[in-house]
């Protein structure tokens, strides 16, 4: 199915956020580090430390089945519930 494991970006502290052309942000979530990978026939989706957790986010590898193979997504899955991310609902997966 895949030749290697997708690498995931790791956040470093710095006291003074970069500037310039080619600096993007997100704020940090409290779910899973996951990275999606679309292969020709599936997804396949992989912890910070490389576990395959497909079976856990089940309902991100369906949705995912909707993007073009060959597409890696590196982000967090978050559970947003009674209009607030719900961290012990992601834990408990």
Do not use: N
Request: aromatic letters at 8%; one cysteine or more; glycine letters at 8%.
């Amino acid at each position: 199915m895949l030749d290697c494991i997708p690498l995931v970006a790791l956040a470093q502290a710095v006291p003074v956020l970069p500037q310039g052309p080619g600096w993007w942000y997100e704020p940090k979530y409290d779910g899973h580090r996951t990275v999606l990978r679309r292969t020709d026939e599936t997804v396949v989706l992989y912890a910070r430390s490389g576990r395959v957790v497909t079976q856990h986010w089940m309902d991100l590898a369906v949705a995912g089945m909707t993007l073009r193979p060959g597409t890696v997504l590196d982000g967090e899955a978050v559970i947003w519930q009674d209009g607030r991310l719900d961290f012990a609902a992601a834990q408990s997966r």
